[in-house]
């Protein structure tokens, strides 16, 4: 046969053999043979990036051979199924680190493959509907019957109890009683790029400002740039996506179409930490979740008085914040849509008398999906694409898609534009453009804009760029709760707790899990993992991440790639440690009868008298199953060139006209969900742009004269 849909016969085999072992038929769910995930897994491997593809082919083989690098005689792939079964427990408990890592990587793709089948979606019960209304949206597919929406509770008294996060200005009093917000119109967020072939090879475009980076830091440059006239054009690397034809199918799968690399992105140390990156017009706004903190007023005291970031204080801040939370309409999250699993945290801590209450998020009419992190399916959740980027459209600026960015060009110490390759939909090299500009923003999040300006060779004496990176390491507890409400049948990303947030910089906050993506979370496998499988739909999840002190770094590889480092140190270990005892701690208290604490030794917990062993085991680094979604810190402005690569307003200190405006410039780690933060300053920064602009404006004017 050769290959089958892109990998060999013996990978095919090898997938085959571990999905029949992972996911065993006869427990009251489709088996992985039942849905063939081997061969989904290998059609879906046909649109992975050609690299990510590549290394999933490196891992099969590499598994295929490992009892053979082990001694014993014959390939996985060759043993009979007992032998086999024997080999993934042996590996799967074992003490070598390589053979456990490559054992969970494929135990997460096998999965996350079959709990996006139709038959098991169907046999678990995630059908697509939204919590508000009962609608479907989001499905691929026709979804059977519509069930009567019950009828909203009122919102408790104690919804919101305000604690440090309110205290330290992180949550603006103002917007905590905020509860309606109308839609945008159709026309508000209508957009259009450009792309191959509206775009041909060798084309040479001309504007005032070019931006590289659609997400956070480029959508509001864009906007605010471009209405006060100046010619405007953005470049972003990914395609344009939308509700009505992208956000729709299982998670898992938009996952892998909209992030950079199908999602596979890592910071490499111990533990490897998978990091997430949007890589569509929107940027990570389109695949986050939401959630709309301010930098707490410690940290804008620490960035103006220990890296002197001029006006960075809150006080000063406030005027760049409050026009763009009052834009998205940044408000809490109704109790209506709250959810099951946003529940279950407001229980347990009220019951443990701990502060916290509903996320701010930038939503308008939401309908409770629980899939805002894969494309909001009603346009709710106002990411860049239907707000900010529409806007600067609607002023004149130039949106262009599929177009990366390989090169800054800069002469005599000066920026002069970009260079950029055109890519078609599988991403093919279509051509090259050249945008020519005085003003160069980049806005390619804290792991694209190192990249680029190594790759662009932008002069550094501090040798910062690419250091410093800070990530805010992040896990979460899930805990089984009796009943058949649907956790997921909510907003996804809910419910904050932050009574530790002073003391321990750690935020917790609650969030769904969505079968196709966090049924590969579950602990153990086989026959002692299918009933949790089969009643998913009862687990609530608690997650939480740390302000880390931790540091890693980027560097470009040879062929272009980034090489992203992390070390997790004992302090956050030790804070990771501590968040998952609360965590455990509050499900158990809102009535979970059982969590799973994700600690090798700790399977699972079942009464509060559990949580002292939790408490008193030494968890290590390599312990913890990390993620990572808020990469900051790698081109940090500051007013000291020694420690800094910016100056304090983003300007690069090297090239005249070269700006950067995104996540990447934060001196320290932010200590909250980041979006916020990184629209308010790259707000500054287009300010201090545009005043410099007309400063040069009127010298040039008075020389005419």
């Not at 040879?558 to 609360?582: C, F, H, S, W």
């Amino acid at each position: 046969m050769g290959r089958e849909r892109g990998f060999t016969d013996g990978e095919v085999a090898c997938l085959r053999a571990l999905a029949d072992i992972f996911l065993p038929q006869g427990f009251g769910l489709p088996g992985g043979a039942d849905v063939d995930v081997a061969s989904a897994l290998a059609t879906n491997a046909r649109s992975w990036d050609p690299a990510v593809r590549l290394r999933v082919r490196v891992l099969l083989r590499t598994w295929d051979r490992s009892p053979v690098s082990a001694g014993m005689r014959r390939r996985f792939s060759e043993m009979d199924r007992s032998r086999q079964e024997e080999w993934v427990a042996r590996c799967y408990r074992s003490r070598i680190s390589a053979q456990r890592l490559v054992l969970t990587a494929l135990k997460q793709l096998i999965v996350l493959t079959w709990a996006s089948a139709e038959a098991v979606e169907d046999a678990i019960g995630y059908d697509y509907r939204c919590r508000i209304d009962d609608d479907v949206h989001g499905a691929a597919r026709p979804v059977a019957g519509k069930p009567a929406p019950a009828d909203p509770e009122p919102e408790p008294a104690d919804y919101h109890r305000p604690g440090p996060a309110v205290a330290s200005g992180a949550i603006p009093l103002r917007l905590v009683d905020r509860r309606a917000a109308a839609p945008r119109t159709a026309a508000d967020s209508a957009l259009t790029t450009e792309t191959w072939p509206d775009l041909s090879d060798g084309e040479v475009i001309r504007a005032d400002a070019v931006i590289v980076g659609s997400g956070a830091g480029g959508a509001v440059v864009s906007a605010t740039l471009a209405e006060a006239g100046l010619e405007v054009v953005v470049l972003e690397e990914g395609p344009q996506v939308s509700a009505a034809h992208d956000f729709v199918g299982p998670m898992f799968e938009r996952f892998q179409k909209f992030c950079r690399d199908n999602g596979t992105t890592q910071a490499w140390g111990t533990p490897p930490i998978p990091l997430p990156l949007g890589r569509v017009v929107g940027g990570t706004t389109v695949v986050n979740s939401g959630t709309c903190f301010r930098a707490p007023d410690r940290v804008l005291h620490r960035w103006e008085h220990e890296y002197g970031v001029e006006g960075a204080a809150a006080a000063n801040m406030a005027a760049f914040f409050e026009p763009i939370e009052d834009f998205l309409h940044v408000r809490p999250v109704p109790w209506a849509v709250l959810g099951p699993n946003g529940a279950a945290a407001h229980r347990g801590a009220v019951a443990l008398g701990m502060s916290g209450g509903p996320l701010l998020r930038n939503i308008t009419d939401c309908h409770g999906c629980g899939q805002c992190a894969f494309g909001c399916p009603t346009d709710s959740k106002q990411a860049m694409h239907v707000s900010y980027l529409p806007r600067a459209q609607r002023a004149g600026a130039r949106i262009l898609s599929q177009c990366k960015v390989v090169r800054i060009e800069h002469r005599d110490g000066r920026a002069a534009g970009v260079r950029a390759t055109l890519l078609d939909e599988r991403r093919s090299k279509r051509g090259t453009i050249r945008v020519l500009a005085d003003r160069v923003i980049v806005c390619a999040g804290a792991i694209g804009t190192p990249l680029l300006l190594e790759a662009s060779g932008v002069p550094d004496p501090s040798g910062l760029t690419g250091e410093n990176l800070r990530i805010h390491p992040a896990t979460g507890v899930g805990g089984f709760f009796p009943g058949d409400d649907v956790s997921w049948k909510g907003t996804l990303q809910s419910y904050y707790i932050d009574s530790l947030f002073d003391t321990h910089e750690v935020m917790f906050e609650a969030t769904s899990t969505v079968p196709s993506v966090g049924a590969g979370s579950l602990p153990g496998y086989g026959a002692l993992a299918m009933p949790d499988l089969a009643a998913l739909r009862t687990m609530a999840t608690l997650g939480f991440y740390v302000s880390d002190t931790s540091k890693g770094r980027v560097r470009r590889l040879p062929g272009g790639e980034p090489l992203v480092t992390y070390q997790l140190n004992a302090l956050d270990t030790k804070r990771m440690a501590i968040g998952v005892a609360v965590a455990a701690e509050v499900l158990l208290a809102a009535g979970a009868t059982r969590v799973y604490p994700g600690i090798p030794g700790i399977d699972v917990l079942t009464s509060p008298a559990d949580i002292t062993g939790l408490k008193d085991k030494a968890v290590r680094p390599g312990h913890l199953k990390l993620t990572a979604f808020h990469p900051m810190g790698t081109v940090r402005m500051g007013s000291d060139p020694a420690r800094s690569v910016l100056d304090p307003f983003g300007r690069h200190r090297d090239v005249a006209g070269l700006w950067v405006a995104d996540a990447s410039t934060f001196p320290s780690c932010v200590g909250v969900n980041p979006q916020m933060t990184i629209m308010a300053f790259a707000s500054r920064t287009a300010a201090a742009l545009l005043a410099e602009a007309g400063a040069a404006g009127s010298r040039t004017e008075e020389v005419a004269r």
